[in-house]
Nanobody
Framework: VQLQASGGGLVQAGGSLRLSCAAS????????IGWFRQAPGKEREFVVA????????YYADSVKGRFTISRDDAKNTVYLQMNSLKPEDTAVYYC???????????????WGQGTEVTVSS
């Protein structure tokens, strides 16, 4: 499966963005999907993951209550709605697909190219 993330941009603190992760090559319904982010000079960190059919979802504590992941298997796309954005959310955001559900990036074998999110204070 190939993944393409989009929707990043520059937003003021308190604002919102919606990221999209579009799949091609195989149906996204076959995979658990995660979002990760990497800020400059920092390691890649887990943001959220959703299982196939969305029966389980895990959020990092830092985004819980502000970010929401959803999937539209008919459109072969997963979304990340980000509200109440903070400057510390600034990072390149990556979507990834896995056949195993989890929060460790090593589980994910398929990665999109990343989309940059910048939150100004």
């Amino acid at each position: 499966v190939q993944l393409q993330a989009s929707g990043g941009g520059l937003v003021q603190a308190g604002g919102s963005l919606r990221l999209s992760c579009a799949a091609s090559g195989r149906t996204i319904s076959s995979y658990h999907i995660g979002w990760f982010r990497q800020a400059p000079g920092k390691e890649r960190e887990f943001v959220v993951a959703t299982s196939r059919s969305a029966y389980s979802t895990y959020y990092a504590d830092s985004v819980k209550g502000r970010f929401t992941i959803s999937r539209d298997d008919a459109k072969n796309t997963v979304y990340l709605q980000m509200n109440s954005l903070k400057p510390e959310d600034t990072a390149v955001y990556y979507c990834a697909a896995s056949v195993s559900l989890g929060t460790r990036h090593e589980l994910y074998g398929y990665w999109g190219q990343g989309t940059e999110v910048t939150v100004s204070s």
